[in-house]
């Protein structure tokens, strides 16, 4: 069984069209195709758990693989029994699609217990955005870095329609599910650790540090616990991600502070009503989505290093990489840097990297379209367009 939380990214049509046409085009058969919409007001008495599966039954008139697609499920009642009977079938394939407030990650732990595939799909890529939008790259990323990866936000014709429209679905969808579900009683503070996580972008920090920002901005009476407990919700909501600090000479994560993205970026700038463009900041989000996307389990790495001060007394600093991407046993380390206009930041970049001491890829990211070069520390610096439009731009 699979389980698609595709949350607002165009699930619906995924599933039902895109999947639907690619069975037809493997040569399934139409008729071992069953798919409900369970939002269709003719599908109604089919929100009775026994009426879905008596139905669904109803249409497998032989043996054969059956192909099974249930989209929101959310809405039957005790959907969980559904389709566990489904999964005891042995010619059914089952896949679900559902909504943020009912469906979670942890919901499908919990309920299936390792017994359906989640799989998780990201907005639209830049690649992916600039080849729909029929717009020239620097055009497109202006765009993608303002109203983000939304698959409807193509079809808004004006910027006013655009952020109308993420808005729209930032306050009225996903803030609604976050509350509904978590039965949040003060809007207000989560509103402002939103809006907090969203001016701070690539920064670490830690519900303790949180705690001490609403202390200074809002007077606001709230406890790490309740901070703690709201970044859980968002991360469910699969509206931020963390990225957590890898050592990497000790070979260890470090547990706080840590760094949280958005997984959209025009909502996260919807949540700051399109203030506070910082590219660089922006750039480095997007960097992580595309790694993400790829398969990549993303860290933030940390190098120790030791050094002298004026008076020859030793002290440890720590120096950050941006990226370390985890995928089997391949690893990349990648610095995102806006501009790198002279030497000085350039070895600033690279001082991070001339202090590991293993052989994996070490790449700088740069917004400048520059042609991709490589040092003679093996050392590779290129485009950030280089590497969004390429799917194959790390295997180089």
Known sequence: MELWPLFRKGKSYLLNHIFYNHLLSKGINESHIISIALDDIENEHLLDPGELSKCVKGKMMDQDLY????????????FASVLNGFLRMNNADTYVTGSNSKFLSTDIVTEFRGRGDEIRVYPLSFSEFSSACGENTAKAWNDYYTYGGLPLILLQKSDEAKMSYLTSQTQNVYLNDVIERNHVQNKGELSSLIEIISSGIGSLTNPHKLYHTFQSTTNAAITDKTIRNYLNYLEEAFLIEKSNRYDVKGKKYIGTPLKYYFTDLGIRNSLLNFRQQEEGHIMENIIYL???????????????IKEKDG????????????????????????????????EGKALQE????????????????????????????????????DFLLDPESLNY
């Open 67 to 78: 192909y099974i697609i249930l989209d929101e499920i959310q809405l039957v009642d005790n």
């Open 290 to 304: 595309e790694l993400k996307i790829r398969g990549f389990h993303v860290d933030v790495g940390v190098v120790t």
């Open 350 to 385: 690279q001082r991070p990297f001339l202090n590991v001491n293993d052989n994996f890829k070490k790449i700088i990211i740069v917004k400048e379209d520059i042609k991709r070069k490589r040092d003679e520390n093996g050392i590779i610096t290129m485009g950030v367009f």
């Open 311 to 342: 008076n020859n007394a030793i002290s440890r600093k720590q120096l950050e990489i941006a990226f370390i991407a985890n995928k089997g046993n391949n690893k990349v380390y990648i610095q995102s840097a806006l501009h790198m206009p002279g």
